[in-house]
T-cell receptor, first 113, second 114 residues
């Protein structure tokens, strides 16, 4: 069974600085998909970025980028130029063979003014 | 395109009652998945429907059931409510449910069981 681990329950960053959220996963599959979702206080789950495992290039989406290390089974999220609106719970997730999303326990990110 | 909508947004029920939650997917999406989010257990998969058929089911008791209509709208039902069923219930839709697709989430229904 796939597992996703987020070892940082909470993190804090100053506005305009850069922060990296960690995620490790375990899977026996060769091709798979990884996601970062953001859940602000409104509780709406919003896709931040996705990575296809067979692609070598790290995904980027504006201020958000990932560092995907396939051999190490690591999938960290880097947020550059942090903004107050980035304050949220961030979930790392993988999609299993049936497209069920397996979520980590989340990292609560607070952006300080 | 309108996003995923869920109704109602909030519900208060008492133990032993039953409840029905509704989810309307993004137009054109035929796959709907349901997740339960609690502080203790995190986000857990309940089930997935595609073209009115349950295609996948998580590890939840039979009190949790669902269905999907021909217009892809989905409902989930919880019978004989227990205190532990208090949670945020999220539904997500995607085009065909392929794992290469992104699942788009609704705002959730917050259920409180007293």
């Amino acid at each position: 069974a796939q597992t996703v681990t987020q070892s940082q329950p909470e993190m804090s960053v100053q506005e305009a600085e850069t922060v990296t959220l960690s995620c490790t996963y375990d899977t026996s599959e060769n091709n798979y998909y990884l996601f970062w979702y953001k859940q602000p206080p409104s509780r709406q789950m919003i896709l931040v970025i996705r990575q296809e495992a067979y692609k070598q290039q790290n995904a980027t989406e504006n201020r958000f980028s990932v560092n995907f290390q396939k051999a190490a089974k690591s999938f960290s999220l880097k947020i550059s130029d942090s903004q107050l609106g980035d304050t949220a719970m961030y979930f790392c997730a993988s999609a299993d063979l049936t497209n069920k999303l397996i979520f980590g326990t989340g990292t609560l990110l607070a952006v300080q003014p | 395109k309108a996003g995923v909508t869920q109704t109602p947004r909030y519900l208060i029920k008492t133990r032993g009652q039953q409840v029905t939650l509704s989810c309307s997917p993004i137009s054109g999406h035929r796959s709907v998945s349901w997740y339960q989010q609690t502080p203790g257990q995190g986000l857990q998969f309940l089930f997935e429907y595609f073209s009115e058929t349950q295609r996948n089911k998580g590890n939840f008791p039979g009190r949790f059931s669902g269905r999907q209509f021909s217009n892809s709208r989905s409902e989930m039902n919880v019978s004989t409510l227990e205190l532990g069923d208090s949670a945020l219930y999220l539904c997500a839709s995607s085009s065909t449910g392929g794992r290469e697709e992104t699942q788009y989430f609704g705002p959730g229904t917050r259920l409180l069981v007293l």
